[in-house]
């Protein structure tokens, strides 16, 4: 924690400028609700904030285990920031295996809140400890740690409910919820409206047993004291406007809805449901009334081959999965290639190869996205930077796939899908229509005519009089469309296709770029290390070093100025949640340039520290 002296800041209400609490206990303890509602009170407080959902990667991990251990962390501000926090300030630990895994990750001299009634010695086993870790004299030597049993706390209260004791256990969450309120000075009231929200209508006792275990928490604290000291983290100095705290499943949605508006084109969204893109089609189908059509197929390549047909009837295409179901849609992608027909697909990254770490976050699919297909297969592909940054790409990935007809790949992943951050509403009038054109003269018509600048042939609805055409996976004779086996046809198709995207580079914006234009060296990122990027260049910079940082939305085509401005470094770092893949690229692109790939593929993003070791390394 930050802290920051004011005139304000007494001895029993302590200002600071930023903090971090990670509630960490079993799948079924309610840690992602906990976090929720925390970071919900937070941005309605006007808090800046970011967060990191760490989800167990089974289903149902045995109770107490080291492998069911699930966690929400969020870093509230009154300053900008960029990432959920390197390490722990507050740690609320509802078990043994939740004690084990992130206390390493509480910082020396934080506060360590633990349910005692979950130590017993058949917990401390199950997590792998000898003896019961609350007896170490260092646990409190090293962290202020507070001891509550939430369980005893829980079940006093809730003794004249009615409910049985499964019921009124899985309440216990909201004590804790309710003392890190008093600890940190935060209102109950909208945690306690969204509690009625979600129960009062169908489940009242549920909905009275939540509040009432919230309330008992607060006041516990209060009563007690549990600390000398409680602490108060002021709103942050935000650009005015409406704001709201979205995840970047949720952006990637709302964007493709907005994509929709903005082309008059109904959206269609064709899936299979997968960790973790699945709440892509679970947000999508609550939009009916907008016109918007969700299909759940029963496998990936249905899901795809569906978009491919909507956008051949002249509907805006989507699909979405993660690396292992963009495998299986990898010729369906090839068909969408081939009939040069515009379609949105959104990879949702996550740790592989395989069925991997479905639930940990990777930046893996590079490659697969650039080259994952067979034959010479171009797509477009951009990428998101942050949660809200989504929704941006989300519109751009329809705007080229529309004005060039060709499939467009937005990379994003699970970083960035379950975290969240604040956003700023934009207003819809402010943003650029999507031109969307459908041919429909049929004088001098041929189904693979092109525009001379973006080469993208004509869109044409089926059942239009007169433009009557075929499509198909075989090659097509450029101009008539007709199947050709013709070996210069194919190559000079081959190039033709390839052109289309390279033509796109023609079209995009500047990418993000911060610092001088020349020096000694120039952070270059993609996707979901911007947050860590921006983080640690700002440290760095603060101690002296000067040091530039480039970060990359679009990746095929890239940026034609990249030579020219990486001719001004010495050295370029490249951090990357993999073992080098866009160091590759750009190798390949920009041999010239002298790079310094960092990697990581632990399942976990970078943190701060990681990017600003490497950066004060390599500035010596």
Same mark, same amino acid.
């Given at each position: 924690m930050t802290s920051v002296p004011t005139e304000q800041t007494t001895s029993k209400v302590q200002s600071l400028e930023q903090a971090v609490i990670r509630f960490a206990g079993d799948s079924?303890?309610? $840690?992602?609700?906990?976090?929720?509602? *925390? @970071?919900?009170?937070? =941005?309605? *407080?006007? %808090?800046? !904030?970011?967060?990191? /959902?760490?989800?167990?990667?089974?289903?149902?991990?045995?109770?107490?285990?080291?492998?069911?251990v699930s966690a929400f962390q969020i870093r509230f501000s009154s300053?900008?920031?960029?990432?959920?926090?390197?390490? =722990?300030?507050?740690?609320?630990? $509802?078990? /043994?295996?939740?004690?084990?895994v992130h206390l390493p990750e509480l910082k020396r001299g934080g506060i360590l809140l633990v349910n005692t009634a979950s *130590?017993?010695?058949?917990?401390?086993?199950?997590?792998?400890?000898?003896?019961?870790?609350?007896?170490?004299?260092?646990?409190?030597?090293?962290?202020? @740690?507070?001891?509550?049993?939430?369980n005893q706390l829980t079940k006093e209260?809730?003794?004249?409910?009615?409910?049985? %004791?499964? =019921?009124? &256990?899985?309440?216990? %969450? &909201?004590? +804790?919820?309710? #003392?890190?309120?008093?600890m940190f000075n935060r209102s109950l009231e909208p945690t306690i409206k969204a509690i009625d929200a979600k129960f009062r209508k169908g489940k009242p006792e549920i909905a009275d047993a939540n509040i009432a275990v919230l309330k008992a928490g607060y006041h516990?604290?209060?009563?007690?004291?549990?600390?000398?000291?409680?602490?108060?983290?002021a /709103?942050?100095?935000?650009?005015?406007?409406?704001?709201? %705290?979205?995840?970047?499943?949720?952006?990637?949605? !709302?964007?493709?809805?907005?994509?929709s508006k903005l082309s008059k084109l109904p959206l269609f969204y064709g899936t299979y449901p997968i960790t973790p893109a699945s709440d892509i089609l679970h947000s999508l189908s609550t939009y009916k009334r907008d016109g918007v059509i969700t299909f759940q197929a029963?496998?990936?390549? +249905?899901?795809?081959?569906?978009?491919?047909?909507?956008?051949?009837?002249?509907?805006?295409?989507?699909?979405?999965?993660?690396? /292992?179901? #963009?495998?299986?849609?990898?010729?369906?992608?090839?068909? +969408?290639? &081939?009939?040069?027909?515009?379609?949105?697909?959104?990879?949702?990254?996550?740790?592989?190869?395989?069925?991997g770490l479905p639930t940990k976050t990777e930046q893996a699919d590079l490659l697969q996205a650039l080259y994952g297909r067979n034959g010479e297969c171009p797509i477009a592909v951009v990428a998101a930077a942050t949660p809200a940054d989504c929704f941006r790409m989300a519109i751009e990935a329809c705007r080229i796939a529309i004005k060039h007809m060709c499939p467009v790949m937005l990379m994003t992943d699970g970083y960035l899908a379950n975290g969240s951050e604040p956003w700023l509403l934009p207003r819809i009038e402010d943003l650029p229509e999507i031109k969307a054109e459908f041919r429909t003269d049929p004088n001098g018509y041929q189904p693979y005519m092109r525009d001379p600048k973006t080469f993208a042939r004509p869109w044409v609805k089926p059942g239009t009089p007169g433009l009557e055409h075929r499509i198909g996976g075989l090659e097509k004779q450029d101009g008539t469309g007709n199947v050709s086996y013709d070996p210069d046809n194919h190559f000079h198709m081959v190039r033709t296709r390839q052109a289309k995207i390279?033509?796109?580079?023609?079209? #995009?914006?500047?990418?993000?770029?911060?610092?001088?234009r020349e020096g000694d060296l120039l952070v270059v990122g993609w996707g979901s290390t911007h947050g860590a990027i921006c983080g640690a260049v700002e440290s760095v910079r603060a101690k002296g070093v000067a040091v530039s940082r480039l970060h990359l939305r679009h990746l095929n085509p890239l940026p034609k100025s990249l030579a020219t401005t990486f001719a001004g470094f010495k050295k370029i770092l490249v951090p990357e949640m993999n073992l080098g893949q866009l160091s590759k690229v750009l190798t390949a692109t920009v041999p010239q340039a002298s790079y310094a790939p960092l990697h990581k593929v632990s399942g976990r993003p970078f943190t701060n520290e990681e990017i600003a070791d490497a950066i004060s390394e390599l500035t010596r």
């Amino acid at each position: 924690m930050t802290s920051v002296p004011t005139e304000q800041t007494t001895s029993k209400v302590q200002s600071l400028e930023q903090a971090v609490i990670r509630f960490a206990g079993d799948s079924g303890d309610g $840690m992602q609700l906990t976090g929720t509602q *925390f @970071t919900n009170t937070a =941005a309605l *407080f006007g %808090n800046d !904030l970011a967060t990191f /959902p760490d989800f167990p990667a089974e289903i149902r991990a045995p109770a107490g285990t080291i492998p069911g251990v699930s966690a929400f962390q969020i870093r509230f501000s009154s300053v900008d920031i960029h990432t959920p926090g390197d390490t =722990a300030d507050v740690l609320v630990a $509802m078990n /043994p295996a939740a004690l084990k895994v992130h206390l390493p990750e509480l910082k020396r001299g934080g506060i360590l809140l633990v349910n005692t009634a979950s *130590f017993l010695r058949k917990d401390c086993q199950l997590a792998g400890y000898d003896e019961n870790p609350l007896d170490r004299p260092s646990l409190d030597e090293d962290y202020r @740690t507070v001891r509550v049993d939430l369980n005893q706390l829980t079940k006093e209260r809730l003794k004249d409910s009615g409910l049985d %004791n499964r =019921a009124i &256990m899985r309440c216990k %969450n &909201m004590a +804790a919820l309710g #003392i890190l309120f008093w600890m940190f000075n935060r209102s109950l009231e909208p945690t306690i409206k969204a509690i009625d929200a979600k129960f009062r209508k169908g489940k009242p006792e549920i909905a009275d047993a939540n509040i009432a275990v919230l309330k008992a928490g607060y006041h516990y604290a209060e009563t007690v004291e549990l600390l000398h000291t409680t602490y108060q983290v002021a /709103p942050a100095k935000l650009p005015k406007g409406t704001y709201r %705290n979205i995840s970047g499943n949720a952006a990637v949605s !709302l964007g493709l809805v907005t994509a929709s508006k903005l082309s008059k084109l109904p959206l269609f969204y064709g899936t299979y449901p997968i960790t973790p893109a699945s709440d892509i089609l679970h947000s999508l189908s609550t939009y009916k009334r907008d016109g918007v059509i969700t299909f759940q197929a029963e496998d990936e390549i +249905a899901a795809v081959c569906s978009a491919i047909g909507a956008s051949y009837a002249g509907n805006l295409a989507v699909t979405a999965s993660s690396g /292992p179901g #963009i495998a299986l849609k990898g010729e369906a992608i090839g068909l +969408a290639v &081939m009939t040069e027909l515009p379609l949105v697909i959104v990879n949702v990254q996550r740790g592989g190869p395989s069925t991997g770490l479905p639930t940990k976050t990777e930046q893996a699919d590079l490659l697969q996205a650039l080259y994952g297909r067979n034959g010479e297969c171009p797509i477009a592909v951009v990428a998101a930077a942050t949660p809200a940054d989504c929704f941006r790409m989300a519109i751009e990935a329809c705007r080229i796939a529309i004005k060039h007809m060709c499939p467009v790949m937005l990379m994003t992943d699970g970083y960035l899908a379950n975290g969240s951050e604040p956003w700023l509403l934009p207003r819809i009038e402010d943003l650029p229509e999507i031109k969307a054109e459908f041919r429909t003269d049929p004088n001098g018509y041929q189904p693979y005519m092109r525009d001379p600048k973006t080469f993208a042939r004509p869109w044409v609805k089926p059942g239009t009089p007169g433009l009557e055409h075929r499509i198909g996976g075989l090659e097509k004779q450029d101009g008539t469309g007709n199947v050709s086996y013709d070996p210069d046809n194919h190559f000079h198709m081959v190039r033709t296709r390839q052109a289309k995207i390279d033509a796109i580079a023609e079209d #995009i914006p500047e990418q993000e770029f911060d610092g001088d234009r020349e020096g000694d060296l120039l952070v270059v990122g993609w996707g979901s290390t911007h947050g860590a990027i921006c983080g640690a260049v700002e440290s760095v910079r603060a101690k002296g070093v000067a040091v530039s940082r480039l970060h990359l939305r679009h990746l095929n085509p890239l940026p034609k100025s990249l030579a020219t401005t990486f001719a001004g470094f010495k050295k370029i770092l490249v951090p990357e949640m993999n073992l080098g893949q866009l160091s590759k690229v750009l190798t390949a692109t920009v041999p010239q340039a002298s790079y310094a790939p960092l990697h990581k593929v632990s399942g976990r993003p970078f943190t701060n520290e990681e990017i600003a070791d490497a950066i004060s390394e390599l500035t010596r």
